[in-house]
């Protein structure tokens, strides 16, 4: 049974094999990250941005949504550890946390992030997060919470993944791209790239004899050099320091650039 979330609808859906698609929980808002306990095969989710809270669903879809935690801080991208904890980070709060589905308490592994987006365990048990804010891949260790960057990349991360081999992922929003990351080295390599994420809104303003076109681009406000297509990052969305949220709109006139900037 595959199972995802739709986070614009509210819901969560299902399929089994080439059955039909079901609607295993809906009036979520925010339903984002999921992940089984393979232990068992318990489904959780948790909500962020537009809810916040930490659920149990039956992947049947009969059962009715077990809430486990409310107003915890915005658990994003989480993986159930082979104790049967949630391990993932609160993307308001700056942490990494444990949480046991059964009972609902709740540890802090590590602090002092500046907005951790995902955590996943590779085979032997290390703990990998990505900090969206600083653009850093951090090793984290979930006895001591001692942390370790292994690899500075570019803000605007958002997911990662660890294959059987232990080769890790990690997507970013803004580039529309993922790398691999080699954690020996902190090297990466561009699997793929778009050169613009989700352009919504443009506008262009004479520059000299040629045009300089802005782009909305949701998760960047950028430039574009009208003579040669040259795309420049002016701001990245969830980067530490920045002024945008979600650019959503742009107009330009030879002096003044607006933004509208959209957010939860």
Sequence with gaps: TMVWTSINQSAVRARKGNGPIRV???????????????????????????????WELDPTGVKPPRNILKDIGGLNGFE??????IY?????????????PD?????????GFGTPAAANFDSKGNL???????????????????????AKLKTSLDNLAIDSNDRIFVSNMADNGIEEVNVQTGKSRQVVKGGLAIPIGLAAAA???????FVADIFALRSVDGSNGKV???????AAGVHIEYPIGVSANDKHVLVISGGD
């Design 103 to 111: 009972t609902g308490e709740l540890k802090v592994i590590a602090d």
């Design 128 to 150: 990998y997060v990505d900090d969206t804010a600083r653009g850093e891949l951090i090793r984290v260790d979930i006895k001591t919470g001692a942390k370790t960057v292994v």
């Design 24 to 54: 295993i929980g809906d009036k979520l808002p925010g339903a984002n990250s999921i992940n089984f306990r393979k232990s068992d095969g318990h489904l959780y989710m948790g909500q962020v941005f537009q809810g916040d809270g930490l």
């Design 207 to 213: 520059e000299g004899n040629h045009h300089r076109v």
């Design 232 to 238: 420049t990052d002016i701001e990245r969305s969830h």
């Design 80 to 85: 159930v550890g082979n104790d049967g904890w």
């Design 88 to 100: 993932g980070p609160l993307w308001f709060k700056k942490q990494v946390v444990k949480i046991n």
